[in-house]
């Protein structure tokens, strides 16, 4: 289905000079002379390439609709995620690589979405949101304001975040799976 290049998202799959890519980064640029234009990064599906492409905002591209379906996370065998299919028990590899930088808010026993093509697991998606455990926090510096200011805090799966001064450890809090950021303070 064409989509209007505006329309394109991190995540899609897109088909471009014939074969599969994922947008893994775009930007919307408008310079001072000239049309606005898409600045995107693709990842080749099967091949794992990169593509650093610039698209015409007004322009058109073929996005490729995947299944998706629900897997359990079991387990990690190096750098091989293992997911079981809820209805039939069978379960899939998948490399790393395919969640980036937001493989490490996986949770035992977390319900993701992969999407395939013909067979082939191409991405996933974690839940929006995890309830973690503040494992270490900064102390709270004397004379800062509470209105804005952030402390830095590791969690117990050891990635750092900025948190509100009122958080301390062993508190239970809610991070933004996609960006790594604070949300609120989890309730009990």
């Known amino acids: 289905m064409k989509i209007g290049v505006n329309e394109m998202r991190i995540g899609n799959v897109v088909e471009h000079q014939g074969r599969l890519w994922v947008v893994v980064k775009m930007v919307h640029v408008q310079p001072g002379k000239g049309g606005a234009y898409i600045q995107a ?15 015409r905002s007004a322009g058109e591209i073929e996005r490729i609709y995947l299944d998706e379906k629900h897997y359990q996370y079991l387990y990690a065998e190096g750098d091989t995620l293992v997911f079981m299919d809820q209805d039939t028990f069978e379960q899939v ?28 697991v191409l991405s996933a998606e974690l839940p929006a949101t995890i309830i973690a455990t503040i494992e270490q926090a900064d102390p709270v510096v004397k ?46």
Request: charged fraction near 25%; glycine fraction near 10%; proline fraction near 2%.
């Open 41 to 55: 990064e693709l990842k080749g599906v099967l091949e794992g390439t990169k593509l650093n492409e610039r698209f």
């Open 143 to 188: 004379g800062q304001t509470a209105s804005s200011s952030y402390k830095p805090a590791v969690l117990d799966n050891g990635v750092r975040i900025m948190v509100p001064q009122h958080i301390d450890s062993g508190m239970r809090v809610v991070v933004n799976t996609s960006d790594g950021s604070y949300v609120e303070r989890a309730k009990e």
């Open 93 to 120: 590899y998948l490399d790393k690589d395919v969640l980036g930088s937001s493989a490490v808010f996986l949770q035992d026993g977390m319900i993701v979405k992969l999407m395939s093509h013909e067979g082939k």
